[in-house]
């Protein structure tokens, strides 16, 4: 072979020799980005969270999707797998001794126990992150607590307490605090002092009024104030600029709040069962970003016809038990509108109210206990080719026939509510070949089995 020949070969083996590594090198990449979920990668961007971080934790997205037990014996078959334990309602006088094996354990369950304390020894599950020991007989909330150096979710719901306790500080990790239905009589100072809180629910207590500086809370994302004692949010009340979820349902508020049209972040509004004196509803109508909204049973008799201009990202729509008559036509401007339940307003205007809807979205309506004459409504309702939820139950209708074929055509309904009134169900029903729910006025076991003859593929719910 001559010199040059060499060279040729030569050089030939070096670049095939490259090649095959850098396909190894892509193959073991690739093969490491598929099984190795934990991996972090070093382009990443600033916020990328790994489902788990060098302490062996999951954060809390990806923990919740994680198999749950729910006995010890069944954890115990494989301890160093168990990462969450839901030992609800299981009649628990004191925590298993068991537990101190399952060291890699990161949700703990206890609630609805009739537990009096919680050992020391608990402190040794240093991966907790998630604490529930509401419902339970426990005076207070154990020193143990405070112990656990990762602690992001504590409920605590059903201990009765006047104040939160300033101890409740020193969980510095703290992000989310259910303390529902403990008695509180006030709204504890030491919550001023958690700012890493994102979530917090204080349902179902005795608070009169909120901080004149709960302004500070600058994490606070969601919070529930239902079923208190609340007439009026402080001023500083706008600086909460990153609350995402408010609600104020069940306080004597007698008007709407105006602070409420400064939380331009707001998603999920609910303001059901208030004393409101007043029918100036405006602080709502600025808010764009509005996803859900909920103003039940607040004796509503109109609303502006451009309230709804702004809410063009509203998805969910609950008002019933008003008397509204008509909604504003700016209704039409909610093109994302998925969910509306207009029930027990008892005068408002059906047809009228469809006919304005922009229904490309539209897949459920609850129009229960409205006023429903003649057949224009349901004229109007056939329309609705996306409907599959279909609530009409307690209407009394002028034309039953008439109406029941027209809802036949909305043949993507999968479920349909008309108990308590008086719609008939002839054969025309079996046309409806999508239905898998159907709930009607009550039925003797003979005439229930033959309409599940009917309807092989629907649930049939007789009341």
Request: glycine content about 4%; overall charge neutral; charged content about 25%.
């Amino acid at each position: 072979m001559s010199d040059f020949m060499k060279k040729i070969h030569f050089l030939t083996t070096i670049l095939a020799s490259w090649v095959m590594l850098n396909i190894v090198a892509c193959q073991q990449s690739n093969t490491t980005s598929q099984s190795d979920d934990n991996t972090i990668d070093s382009t990443a961007t600033p916020d990328y969270k790994p489902k788990i971080d060098k302490n062996g934790l999951y954060n809390i997205a990806h923990l919740y999707k994680l198999p749950e037990f729910n006995s010890i014996e069944e954890a115990l078959k494989n301890p160093q797998n168990v990462y969450r334990l839901n030992l609800r309602k299981q009649m628990l006088n004191k925590l298993p001794e068991e537990i101190a094996q399952f060291t890699n354990l990161q949700e703990l369950n206890l609630s609805d126990n009739p537990i009096e304390e919680l050992p020391e020894s608990l402190k040794n599950l240093k991966k907790i992150q998630i604490l529930h020991i509401g419902k339970t007989n426990l005076k207070e909330i154990p020193t143990v607590v405070y112990e656990l150096p990762h602690l992001q979710v504590l409920n605590i719901s059903g201990l009765l307490m006047a104040k939160l306790p300033e101890t409740l500080s020193q969980c510095t990790q703290l992000t989310s605090l259910d303390a529902d239905f403990c008695g509180l009589e006030e709204f504890s100072e030491v919550l001023l002092k958690m700012k890493t809180l994102e979530r917090l629910s204080l349902k179902g207590n005795l608070i009169n009024q909120l901080p004149q500086n709960i302004g500070t809370m600058e994490s606070l994302a969601v919070l529930k104030l239902t079923e208190n004692s609340i007439q009026q949010l402080p001023a500083s009340f706008v600086k909460l600029k990153k609350l995402r979820s408010l609600d104020l349902s069940g306080n004597p508020l007698k008007n709407i709040p105006a602070e409420i049209s400064q939380l331009a972040q707001l998603k999920l509004l609910y303001l059901n069962n208030l004393k409101i004196e007043t029918q100036d509803y405006s602080p709502v109508a600025t808010l764009a970003n509005l996803q859900e909204l909920g103003m039940e049973n607040n004796q509503i008799e109109k609303l502006p016809q451009d309230f709804f201009a702004k809410m063009v990202n509203l998805r969910t729509l609950k008002i019933k038990g008003n008397k509204i008559t008509n909604l504003p036509t700016s209704i039409n401007q909610c093109k994302y509108l998925q969910t509306l339940d207009i029930s027990r307003n008892p005068d408002l205007d059906v047809s009228t109210t469809v006919k304005m809807l922009n229904t490309s979205r539209l897949n459920r309506i609850n129009l229960s206990g409205t006023k429903l004459n003649g057949d224009q409504w349901a004229e109007e309702l056939s329309t609705l080719k996306t409907l599959k939820i279909l609530q009409l139950s307690y209407n009394q209708f002028e034309e039953p026939e008439k109406a029941l074929k027209k809802i036949i055509l909305l043949n993507q309904l999968e479920e349909l509510d008309i108990s308590g009134s008086n719609l008939p169900l002839g054969n025309e029903i079996t046309e409806m070949k999508n239905l898998k729910r159907l709930k009607i006025n009550g039925l003797n076991e003979y005439e229930q089995n033959e309409l599940a003859k009917k309807l092989p593929n629907t649930k049939i719910i007789s009341i």
